[in-house]
């Protein structure tokens, strides 16, 4: 039986505690790369399986909507489960699922078999992290969230990358195959390493919350489906947008009034009594909006205004990822020694300088212009993961450890659809915005107009065209420039409003434990 928490006094890095490491590691990395790993292979999933946009677009939607439904219900579960048999079975569920995507057929079955993996996948995240906080002692906290923040934060970026290379290379059944090997090792580490918490042993038999689970499963579930399809539906002029958002409203409404009334909540929103917490949640929400967003708008800037290829695309953000990766392992050693909330006050300044670079990209940005900003988000990232994952649930007793967990993942994976929802959006009305302005300026009365249309005409008047085909021509690739310019000026637009975000909530950063907790007072 392990430990509530572990002790300074009982611990050292033994090899069972590092196989424990290991195959959290690699669920952690299995769940969060395949969040975004099918994206790249859409188009080629399409043409295999005759598929329209809009039904591959499920592929994506429904791992994420089944995913997010059962993150929160993960310390239930396990509670209700068993730790160790959980998890387990989660990554089962998961590598069998991924196989059934790798040998399907048809979208459908390809659907079906994303939401069961989604399902599998939902525990992955929280417990994990739950797992690495009962695996370390107070002082060694920073490093153990360190270890999971390499494949929380790097995983989105490495994503893309990677599933773009197995479908040139191979077919895009191999996104969802090289998770089987991965998946059967994890399994097999758990299921001989892992052991179930004391205060765990004590809370299995309790009664089911069904309704909390249905009010869970339709008000999380249709804000999820609404935050991935809204923009395509053109939002609330769309039936089914309006109908998802009724139906989110009175679901989360009637969860939390349903989970603070009942005896037995299948989620304990009571814990987010806690500040620490509930300052945590909403942060996370916030770094979660700044990483997918990023991420989000960095391969359709470059690949769709810069014309670099998918991989040039991937390669770009690989310098971010490393430095994320290197930060935070100085940043966890660091973090007990100088406290949490300088480092991550520290990393939102480096997030807003990066985000100030990101949004002076222009049309002409190169490598050398695009990659400083990257590194600059990348770092960011380390700063400020292992100081606010530490702070926000260490500082909770142990029982209360998973239910935080669960909320804290939530809240930052809700954060990263939010965010990919409002810049689609930003970026769809800004670029109008921005066309019409340009259009203004460069009509038959602008005299710098005038002269680049007649430029271009000449020149294609050079290349053989009649005068009346050379004009339109001409009118062509102005056009043309001018919806990439309008374009171009709306990720800046995008950029800057994730940099407003972070400066309104910069406040909040200061009310982030000043020193590690366990540090001076034991743990209450």
Same mark, same amino acid.
């Given at each position: 039986?392990?430990?509530?928490?572990?002790?300074?006094?009982?611990?050292?890095?033994?090899?069972?505690?590092?196989?424990?490491?290991?195959?959290?590691?690699?669920?952690?990395?299995?769940?969060?790369?395949?969040?975004?790993?099918?994206?790249?292979?859409?188009?080629?999933?399409?043409?295999?399986?005759?598929?329209?946009?809009?039904?591959?677009?499920?592929?994506?939607?429904?791992?994420?909507?089944?995913?997010?439904?059962?993150?929160?219900?993960?310390?239930?579960?396990?509670?209700?489960?068993?730790?160790?048999?959980?998890?387990?079975?989660?990554?089962?569920?998961?590598?069998?699922?991924?196989?059934?995507?790798?040998?399907?057929?048809?979208?459908?079955?390809?659907?079906?078999?994303?939401?069961?993996?989604?399902?599998?996948?939902?525990?992955?995240?929280?417990?994990?992290?739950?797992?690495?906080?009962?695996?370390?002692?107070?002082?060694?906290?920073?490093?153990?969230?360190?270890?999971?923040?390499?494949?929380?934060?790097?995983?989105?970026?490495?994503?893309?990358?990677?599933?773009?290379?197995?479908?040139?290379?191979?077919?895009?059944?191999?996104?969802?195959?090289?998770?089987?090997?991965?998946?059967?090792?994890?399994?097999?580490?758990?299921?001989?390493?892992?052991?179930?918490?004391?205060?765990?042993?004590?809370?299995?038999?309790?009664?089911?919350?069904?309704?909390?689970?249905?009010?869970?499963?339709?008000?999380?579930?249709?804000?999820?489906?609404?935050?991935?399809?809204?923009?395509?539906?053109?939002?609330?002029?769309?039936?089914?947008?309006?109908?998802?958002?009724?139906?989110?409203?009175?679901?989360?409404?009637?969860?939390?009034?349903?989970?603070?009334?009942?005896?037995?909540?299948?989620?304990?929103?009571?814990?987010?009594?806690?500040?620490?917490?509930?300052?945590?949640?909403?942060?996370?929400?916030?770094?979660?909006?700044?990483?997918?967003?990023?991420?989000?708008?960095?391969?359709?800037?470059?690949?769709?205004?810069?014309?670099?290829?998918?991989?040039?695309?991937?390669?770009?953000?690989?310098?971010?990822?490393?430095?994320?990766?290197?930060?935070?392992?100085?940043?966890?050693?660091?973090?007990?020694? @100088? /406290? +949490?909330? $300088?480092?991550?006050?520290?990393? *939102?300044?480096? #997030?807003? %300088?990066? !985000? &100030?670079?990101?949004?002076?990209?222009?049309?002409?940005?190169?490598?050398?212009?695009? @990659? /400083? +900003?990257? $590194?600059?988000?990348?770092?960011? *990232?380390?700063? #400020?993961? %292992?100081? !606010? &994952?530490?702070?926000?649930?260490?500082?909770?007793?142990?029982?209360?450890?998973?239910?935080?967990?669960?909320?804290?993942?939530?809240?930052?994976?809700?954060?990263?659809?939010?965010?990919?929802?409002?810049?689609?959006?930003?970026?769809?009305?800004?670029?109008?915005?921005?066309?019409?302005?340009?259009?203004?300026?460069?009509?038959?009365?602008?005299?710098?107009?005038?002269?680049?249309?007649?430029?271009?005409?000449?020149?294609?008047?050079?290349?053989?065209?009649?005068?009346?085909?050379?004009?339109?021509?001409?009118?062509?690739?102005?056009?043309?420039?001018?919806?990439?310019?309008?374009?171009?000026?709306?990720?800046?637009?995008?950029?800057?409003?994730?940099?407003?975000?972070?400066?309104?909530?910069?406040?909040?950063?200061?009310?982030?434990?000043?020193?590690?907790?366990?540090?001076?007072?034991?743990?209450?």
């Amino acid at each position: 039986m392990a430990p509530d928490l572990t002790s300074e006094d009982d611990y050292r890095l033994d090899f069972r505690r590092l196989l424990i490491v290991i195959s959290v590691m690699l669920a952690v990395v299995l769940e969060i790369i395949d969040t975004s790993i099918v994206n790249v292979a859409l188009p080629s999933m399409m043409g295999n399986l005759g598929a329209s946009l809009d039904e591959a677009d499920w592929i994506i939607t429904g791992y994420i909507v089944s995913n997010v439904i059962v993150i929160p219900m993960t310390s239930w579960l396990a509670g209700r489960f068993g730790r160790k048999r959980y998890f387990t079975t989660s990554i089962l569920i998961f590598t069998f699922a991924s196989l059934m995507c790798g040998l399907s057929s048809s979208v459908n079955e390809i659907v079906f078999w994303r939401i069961v993996q989604g399902m599998g996948g939902g525990a992955l995240l929280a417990t994990s992290q739950t797992i690495l906080i009962e695996s370390f002692p107070p002082s060694k906290q920073g490093v153990g969230q360190a270890i999971f923040g390499v494949g929380a934060m790097i995983g989105p970026s490495l994503g893309p990358t990677l599933g773009g290379w197995l479908t040139e290379s191979l077919s895009w059944h191999w996104i969802f195959l090289v998770n089987v090997p991965i998946g059967l090792l994890a399994a097999a580490l758990c299921a001989t390493q892992l052991e179930d918490p004391a205060h765990l042993k004590r809370t299995r038999k309790t009664n089911v919350d069904w309704q909390g689970m249905a009010l869970l499963a339709v008000g999380v579930g249709s804000l999820q489906t609404l935050l991935e399809r809204g923009n395509r539906e053109d939002w609330f002029a769309s039936n089914q947008i309006r109908v998802l958002a009724v139906l989110a409203v009175i679901g989360v409404v009637g969860l939390v009034y349903r989970e603070l009334t009942t005896d037995d909540p299948v989620i304990d929103l009571r814990v987010l009594r806690r500040r620490t917490l509930a300052v945590g949640c909403m942060l996370g929400m916030l770094m979660g909006i700044g990483l997918y967003g990023s991420i989000f708008l960095f391969p359709v800037f470059s690949q769709q205004l810069l014309g670099w290829s998918a991989w040039n695309s991937g390669l770009a953000i690989l310098p971010s990822s490393i430095a994320t990766a290197c930060v935070m392992g100085f940043v966890g050693r660091l973090v007990w020694r @100088i /406290g +949490p909330r $300088v480092i991550f006050v520290f990393g *939102m300044l480096v #997030m807003l %300088v990066g !985000l &100030s670079g990101m949004s002076r990209w222009t049309l002409a940005s190169g490598w050398d212009q695009v @990659i /400083g +900003p990257q $590194v600059l988000r990348g770092l960011a *990232m380390g700063c #400020m993961f %292992v100081p !606010l &994952s530490t702070a926000t649930l260490r500082s909770l007793p142990g029982p209360e450890v998973a239910k935080g967990a669960g909320l804290y993942n939530l809240f930052r994976q809700l954060g990263g659809s939010m965010g990919i929802a409002m810049l689609t959006t930003v970026l769809d009305q800004r670029t109008d915005f921005h066309r019409v302005g340009l259009a203004a300026r460069v009509g038959p009365l602008d005299p710098a107009a005038s002269q680049v249309l007649g430029s271009v005409t000449h020149a294609m008047m050079l290349r053989g065209a009649d005068p009346g085909t050379a004009h339109s021509m001409a009118a062509h690739v102005i056009g043309r420039f001018v919806d990439a310019q309008a374009y171009s000026e709306a990720f800046s637009d995008a950029y800057a409003l994730i940099a407003v975000l972070f400066l309104a909530m910069l406040p909040l950063g200061f009310m982030i434990a000043r020193h590690a907790p366990g540090k001076y007072a034991p743990i209450e």
